[in-house]
């Protein structure tokens, strides 16, 4: 194998995590997942000839990531299943790690609800990024990047009430 395509495959498996989330952020049905994970992939690959190494492998990373996410989201007009969790869950024989899992689903849930760009703000945010850093990646000013995370946060925690999975 070349010496670009094992640099790129060990920076890939290093930073796969970025792609797992990203997928999730935007696909609610894990085959929609798995398709939008090889799309991902298949970007960076196409792309990696334009990493100059200005910045970290995985900032770049996410640029390429959600930008990918955001096109294939609107390209192919997925259908955001919004069937709302009514499930009864006992917490009581719940342990900690499954509860944790419990409300990582919810969030994800509550995500779907999201605009592309919304979920591309709050999944930036998750992974701490600065506004700073969240207004590069996705092209717009600090100020704005900070007014349209906290407005995405609310509509969030909006979304999460009204779904009646709080935490």
Known sequence: MKE???????LINQHKAIIHKVSKMYMNDVELQR??????????????????G???????MYRVALNTALVYFKKDNRKVDK??????IDIVD???SELKEEKLAYLYKAVQELNAVEKALIFLFLENQSHREIAHDLGITEVNARVKLNRTKEKLQFIIKKNGYEF
């Open 83 to 88: 069937t709302p969790l009514d499930e009864n």
């Open 94 to 96: 719940v342990n900690e």
């Open 35 to 52: 398709d939008l994970f090889q799309e991902i992939v298949m970007q960076l690959w196409k792309a990696y000839p334009s990493f100059k």
């Open 4 to 10: 670009t395509e094992t640099t790129f495959l060990t």
């Open 54 to 60: 200005n910045s970290k492998f995985s900032t770049w």
